[in-house]
Nanobody, 121 residues
Framework: QVQLVESGGGLVQAGGSRRLSCAAS????????MGWFRQAPGKEREFVAT????????LYADSAKGRFTIARDNAKNAVNLQMNSLQPEDTGVYYC??????????????WGQGTQVTVSS
């Protein structure tokens, strides 16, 4: 089992940047595929990005390509999501997930509680 805690959310103006972090306890994250999802008000949870256990392979949703970067920080047993050029459409609760590879919620075994990101115009 693994416990995941997201941090780094908050309010940011359109065009700005935020870096989210997912810290783990109970297991070393380098052994697990990791993903980020988000959920806007009134919408279902959607895929954002995923990274392989080695960190050598990544996959992004079309909405995230060119703006977001997922990366491992093994020294801190964490996975980060760097978000640049943020737009109001990026607003939502961002969730960290572990133990799978894919674009669907059912592909992952473990989830954090989420962190709110609000992008203002």
């Amino acid at each position: 089992q693994v416990q995941l805690v997201e941090s780094g959310g908050g309010l940011v103006q359109a065009g700005g940047s935020r870096r989210l972090s997912c810290a783990a306890s109970g297991r070393t994250l380098s052994t697990l595929t990791m993903g980020w999802f988000r959920q806007a008000p009134g919408k279902e949870r959607e895929f954002v990005a995923t990274i392989s256990g080695s960190g050598s392979s990544t996959l992004y949703a079309d909405s995230a390509k060119g703006r977001f970067t997922i990366a491992r920080d093994n020294a801190k047993n964490a996975v980060n999501l760097q978000m640049n050029s943020l737009q109001p459409e990026d607003t939502g609760v961002y969730y960290c997930a572990a133990g799978g590879w894919g674009t669907r919620r059912s592909d992952y075994l473990f989830w954090g509680q989420g962190t709110q990101v609000t992008v203002s115009s």
